[in-house]
């Protein structure tokens, strides 16, 4: 995979760990959205902490992603969706120990009216490889 961050000051700069655009070539890999779910049991992992949900999403994330051929290193975009956007500060720092700064993909996040399981976090992801 070939990848290369774009940043521009023409436009705001990022406000977390994420960049403004990626531009990569290769083959993609289409995350479905992962939700805090063990992957043995099939039970919902955290109960009502948003950081022990996003922890558990992130960790679906990158078993699907080795599946495929790729690491986290190889994700490009995400969307995550949070039931309440007042998470967003500790979801956030948990997502940024995952995603470095300086390759964090480009993402969009979004408060929604409710997710499967009535979990707290949802997130999606693109990877090229």
Known sequence: M??????????PAPV???NQAIAATGSMLFVAGQIPLDPQTGELVG???VAAQTEQ???????????GGATLENVVKTSVFLKDM??????????AKHFGD????????VEVARLPKDVRVEIECIAVI
């Open 86 to 95: 007042n998470d967003f500060a500790t979801m956030n720092a948990i997502y």
């Open 102 to 109: 300086e390759q964090a993909p480009a993402r969009a996040c």
């Open 2 to 11: 070939e990848r290369k961050i774009v940043q521009t000051d023409k436009a």
């Open 47 to 49: 109960g009502d902490d």
């Open 16 to 18: 977390g760990p994420y």
């Open 57 to 67: 999403a992130i960790a679906n994330l990158k078993a699907i992603l080795v599946a």
